[in-house]
């Protein structure tokens, strides 16, 4: 841990599968708790801690986090684990709890409702994610619970909130690129988990009570369930083939060679990446360029295509030409 408690700072909890080595000198982490093992590191096994701390991370870069080891190897947990967590928590003085997990078990959900209303009764924020199955979830569907479900949004930063709904609020499931847990290469990361942190990192980042600002700045407070499935559904604009005949679309043609059957697509070329391949893509495209590109600003739109990945890296080259002219 490389941080002191201080009471002027926001406290976060996180509850996952822990966090990464990487992230020791990068966030102020002043708390570890493990209730998977007896190893007090609380190193994840996952990757899925990491991801979720980078994401509340890079919007509350300041905080003072508290890691609670909740989620094992498989990103898996067990009820009785999770109410250890939860009265543990009771015990600690942060402000917001950061859960991107679910349960659609009915199994102690009377004893999991009466912690997280005694949390809520100590001014703790608790924030969790619905089930991507789209299963009964809790605690995500608790009233003393912040809910959230992911849809498709073109605004990274929309989102919609009704108070009186089970999952209050719908963000954006759109995925971005995360560090893995050895922190040496990136993978796209998305889902209900990840709307959920950003959720909560853009409430603990306001100076505006949690329903204040998810009131201030909701884009739509009236919704239905049909629109939200339509929502669920990442569609790829159509994007008009163009003739590039540069060293740079060359490039990128030769790193995606592997994906031959995408390169003669319009459209979805996500359909044949996982997770991983997006940097895989990148350092092949970096390996055979000058380029350096930054991860982190690379959007899950700029792959939809070879054009697109094209034009975003075309300005990339074009802001690298700039900067090499001005020194």
């Not at 709307?195 to 739509?220: D, M, T, W």
């Not at 060359?250 to 592997?258: M, N, R, T, V």
């Amino acid at each position: 841990m490389n941080g002191r408690l201080n009471m002027n700072k926001c406290k976060i909890a996180i509850l996952d599968s822990g966090y990464s080595t990487f992230q020791i000198d990068k966030y102020n982490i002043v708390r570890l708790k493990n209730f998977i093992s007896s190893d007090e590191s609380c190193l994840d096994d996952n990757g899925h801690g990491t991801a979720i701390l980078e994401i509340v991370g890079r919007v509350q870069p300041n905080a003072e986090y508290t890691i609670i080891k909740v989620l094992d190897d498989n990103a898996e947990s067990k009820i009785t684990i999770i109410i250890q967590a939860l009265e543990y928590l009771l015990g600690l003085s942060v402000d917001y709890v950061c859960m991107s997990f679910s349960t659609h078990l009915d199994y102690e959900i009377v004893k999991m409702y009466s912690l997280c209303q005694k949390l809520k009764r100590q001014g703790k924020i608790l924030v969790s994610s619905k089930a991507n199955s789209g299963k009964k979830s809790y605690p995500a569907e608790f009233d003393n619970v912040i809910g959230v479900e992911g849809v498709v949004f073109e605004n990274p930063d929309e989102f919609w909130y009704i108070p009186e709904r089970d999952i209050q609020v719908i963000a954006n499931v759109l995925p971005i690129m995360v560090p893995t847990r050895d922190g040496k290469q990136w993978i796209m990361f998305g889902g209900n988990s990840k709307a959920a942190a950003q959720v909560c990192g853009n409430i603990a980042s306001s100076s505006l009570k949690p329903e204040e600002f998810l009131l201030n700045n909701r884009y739509k407070e009236k919704w239905s369930n049909n629109e939200i499935q339509k929502r669920k559904v990442y569609n790829v604009t159509s994007h008009p083939n163009q003739n590039y005949s540069d060293e740079l679309f060359k490039q990128i043609c030769d790193a995606l060679e592997e994906y031959k059957e995408g390169l003669s697509k319009e459209k979805n070329l996500h359909s044949f990446f996982s997770a991983s391949d997006y940097y895989n893509i990148l350092v092949q495209i970096e390996e055979k360029t000058d380029l350096k590109i930054n991860y982190i600003d690379m959007e899950y739109k700029d792959f939809d295509t070879v054009w697109t990945l094209y034009e975003k890296l075309y300005r990339i080259s074009i802001l690298l030409n700039k900067g090499e002219e001005s020194i």
